[in-house]
């Protein structure tokens, strides 16, 4: 399993890689807010432990971020034991919250908790919309017409990433940056022209009106969104 461990406290990054090393889990470690997000979209980590006190971006923009696209398991571990901040946390999307100082025994099992949870809940490979089968397994696009038959539609590999990511993550915002930095990598965070581009594209192949999209839409400013039940 891929743990993205967030804090900006070197001897705890240090202490929690050794034991999860250990433990047979691939870890990766970031020390920002934003330094998070970026490995979260480039490694695509199966967990997240994440402090909540970071420079950059607080913990709790760090988790909004993250639900803005994937439905990680996040676990929260922080000195703050008020439960206002537990419950702003939980309330942003965490799964789980651990207050430090902890015991590694107690977090290590937190973890485990949540890995079952995880494999528990298998992704469905198959998303319908309009009359639109997309086939995550096999990368088959399919247009049914009113005979029921299909149709495959062919998308470049660049369409392809674009719509899986949304596909991925129905009715939920993913943010432009997360788009430009999963499909194109971390230099092309900015590349909003690239983003416009490859929409209008997808929508020309997709939707039955292109200019007026009802289920791969703009959310203005912000980033994208799939609808499935439009």
């Known amino acids: 399993m891929r743990i993205l461990v967030v804090d900006d406290d070197a001897q705890i990054l240090k202490a929690l890689r050794i034991n999860?090393?250990?433990r047979g889990y691939d870890v990766s470690l970031a020390r920002s807010g934003p330094e998070a997000l970026d490995v979260a979209a480039k490694l695509k980590p199966e967990?997240?432990?994440l402090d909540l006190g970071l420079p950059g971006f607080?913990?709790?923009?760090v988790i909004e971020g993250l639900r803005g696209w994937t439905d990680v398991p996040i676990l929260v571990v922080s000195g703050r034991s008020d439960s206002?901040?537990?419950v702003d946390a939980l309330d942003a999307g965490a799964d789980d919250y651990v207050t430090k100082p902890f015991a590694i025994d107690e977090l290590l099992a937190r973890i485990r908790a949540l890995s079952r949870r995880l494999l528990a809940e298998p992704e469905e490979p198959i998303t319908s919309f309009g009359d639109i089968t997309v086939d995550l397994a096999t990368h088959i696009v399919t247009r049914t017409d009113a005979e029921g038959l299909g149709t495959a539609v062919k998308l470049t590999p660049t369409e392809w990433?674009?719509?899986?990511v949304l596909v991925r993550n129905p009715r939920r915002l993913v943010t432009k940056h997360h788009l430009l930095t999963t499909v194109w990598g971390p230099a092309?965070?900015?590349e909003d022209g690239y983003l416009r581009l490859y929409l209008a594209q997808l929508r020309k192949k997709l939707e039955p009106e292109p200019s007026r999209p009802r289920y791969l839409l703009t959310e203005p400013g912000m980033g994208y969104r799939f609808s499935p039940d439009a």
């Open 20 to 22: 999860l090393v250990a």
């Open 161 to 164: 990433h674009i719509l899986e």
């Open 84 to 86: 206002a901040d537990k």
């Open 47 to 49: 967990l997240v432990v």
């Open 58 to 61: 607080s913990g709790i923009q």
């Open 188 to 190: 092309y965070g900015n």
